[in-house]
């Protein structure tokens, strides 16, 4: 087949010409035998040749020597299936060749059409390369951001836990007991917010916990703090495989403290034994609901979340006021407490600790 030269065709294919001049994409038509017909402007400026240096010539030229088997076997595929167009290569994107050998990434889509009885394709043809850097630059900011991150996660981290080691030392020039105790439950909540950013700098995810994992290390550490066997009072957890973020992770991670904390403290005096059950379900309206419950021997019944003046009900109940979560507790058959609260952070969750009142037995 003869070299389609647009220009010299009068009317309507002319017009085509010069409207397919317009266009900043590459399009070019070849014949079954793989040689240029067509080479418009923007072929010309993607591929940096004039189109009288193209125009018969193999498709190959436009094409790295590595790729040519792949790309001929492509092009034999559609030419015998019974797609009209389809995009051409791995997520619509192939290698390019320009005038100076420089290789190209780019996008590209081949149709098919008979003119005269030939079977010609059609290929539109854009070059990406500076999406591509765009992409590898924003990539790149990505990672140094995410090392960035996990870097302030260990640092915190590790900040907390000297926290927690001073606050270790200190109880050990305290000769009050009572004292002691309040030390010692001051270690156990910056542990739990230490392992929310331990879990975090270990995680490829930076933005979400594993409340699963997160509640399995919370929990060996206080059966450890509080010396209570994993025989003697059985524990069992499901979270459903639910990951939160971290504005919710914390004031989540302290109330479990607490909670899990009163009922190895107080549940099962005089060494009986007992069971534990933490749940968090999704219910219906999308909201969580944290249930952990025990039965063991049930709070006194002179107190309640509302009246309670320890440090570790309070805490509770305040924190879950800041997040707008509902709170319930139950006392008839062991204790249950349920957090019903909304899967994002609430605005203005915070991560606060209170410290108001004196410091007495929960």
């Known amino acids: ?33 793989q040689r240029v017909l067509y080479f418009n402007a923007g072929a010309e400026h993607t591929f940096g040749y004039q189109r009288e240096e193209v125009l018969g010539r193999s498709i190959n030229i436009l094409i790295p020597s590595s790729f040519r088997r792949a790309h001929t076997a492509h092009v034999k595929v559609f030419e015998d299936s019974p797609e009209a167009s389809k995009r051409m290569g791995d997520r619509a994107e192939i290698v390019g060749l320009r005038r100076d050998g420089t290789e190209f990434p780019a996008e590209a889509s081949i149709s098919k059409a008979e003119q005269g009885g030939e079977l010609l394709h059609m290929v539109i043809l854009r070059d990406i390369t500076k999406r591509k850097d765009a992409e590898r630059k924003i990539e790149q900011s990505l990672r140094e951001k995410e090392a960035l991150l996990q870097e302030i996660h260990h640092r915190v981290k590790n900040n907390l836990q000297v926290v927690s080691s001073l606050l270790g030392l200190q109880s050990r020039q305290v000769a009050d007991e009572e004292i002691r105790r309040a030390f010692r439950e001051s270690q156990n909540r910056v542990h739990s917010m230490s392992l929310i950013h331990e879990q975090l ?35 069992e957890m499901d979270f459903g495989g639910e990951r939160m973020p971290m ?40 909201r969580l609901c944290l249930r952990v419950s025990d039965n063991g021997v049930g709070l006194p019944k002179n107190v309640n979340l509302w009246n309670a003046r320890s440090l570790g009900l309070r805490l509770v109940r305040i924190l879950s006021e800041q997040m707008g979560a509902e709170l319930n507790m139950n006392s008839e058959s062991g204790t249950c407490m349920e957090l019903v609260f909304q899967g994002q ?17 929960t």
């Open 1 to 33: 087949m003869d070299v389609i030269a647009m220009n010299q065709i009068p009317t309507e294919s002319g017009l085509l010409s010069r409207i397919l001049d317009l266009a900043e994409d590459a399009v070019i038509t070849i014949g079954r035998d």
């Open 201 to 235: 700098y270990q995680s490829e995810d930076l933005s979400k916990i594993d409340c699963q994992e997160y509640a399995e290390q919370l929990v060996g550490h206080l059966f450890r703090s509080y010396g209570v066997s994993l025989s003697r009072v059985k524990l």
């Open 247 to 286: 504005a919710l992770a914390v004031p989540i991670g302290l109330i479990l403290n607490e909670l899990l904390s009163n009922c190895l403290k107080h549940a099962f005096p005089q060494g009986r034994n007992g069971e534990i059950t933490v749940r968090l379900d999704r219910q219906q309206d999308g």
């Open 345 to 361: 952070a609430a605005a203005g969750a915070k991560e606060a600790a209170v410290s108001q009142g004196e410091t007495k037995k």
